[in-house]
């Protein structure tokens, strides 16, 4: 499927997002519970991200949705860790989008843009349920890593050990654009 890429501009664009990240963290939070009996409230992080939503839109970050026929399918963040070092945040498909592609085609936009802003290095954390999210960016390259500086998992004591650390050197051979 294709979708057409669109870059989040305000503010607003990031809190009417707001059904679609909580949609992601019931399924974070769901896993966590089920797989870890780490329970937290999808309402929590939900509530964490949207009292920054500038932080998601520039200067200080960049939010991309993928929409096709109108329709919101997906979204990822790039969030400047210390420039020139970059990190992906909140890649999110919708249960219709899933599986064909639409995952790939946000993961290399968010690549290029952080190639085009003079990032060195992009850093993301996840957890290892999410295996289709893992695999992928295992795919476009993306080595397995330590705990890093700036890792939102990192930072709870109790999930600290059961995130999933990614590196992807963007100075490199292996960073060129997979087709």
């Known amino acids: 499927m294709h979708v057409q890429i669109r870059e989040l ?13 909580l949609e992601f963290f019931r399924i974070v939070c769901g896993h966590l519970k089920k797989d870890f009996d780490v329970s937290m409230p999808p309402s929590e992080p939900t509530s964490n991200m949207m009292a920054t939503p500038e932080k998601f ?16 399918m997906g ?6 860790q210390r420039p020139p070092k ?15 592609g639409v995952g790939k085609q946000l993961v290399r936009h968010v690549i290029a843009v952080a190639r085009s802003l003079g990032a060195s290095d992009l850093y993301l954390d996840s957890i290892p349920s999410l295996k289709e999210a893992v695999s992928l960016y295992e795919g476009e390259g993306f080595q397995h890593v330590g705990p890093y500086s ?3 998992i990192a930072s709870y004591d109790m999930l600290r050990d059961l995130g999933v650390y990614m590196h992807l050197s963007l100075n490199s051979k292996s960073a060129d654009t997979k087709s």
């Not at 990031?14 to 679609?20: A, F, K, S, T």
């Not at 839109?57 to 919101?72: I, K, N, T, W, Y």
């Not at 979204?75 to 400047?80: C, E, N, T, V, W």
Request: net charge negative.
């Open 150 to 152: 700036g890792s939102e």
């Open 9 to 21: 501009t305000s503010v607003s664009e990031v809190l009417e997002l707001e059904p679609m990240v």
């Open 57 to 72: 839109v520039l200067p200080q970050g960049r939010g991309f949705v993928a929409e096709h026929d109108g329709m919101l």
């Open 75 to 80: 979204m990822i963040f790039l969030k400047p």
């Open 86 to 100: 970059f990190e992906i945040k909140r890649l999110y498909l919708r249960t219709e989008a899933r599986g064909l």
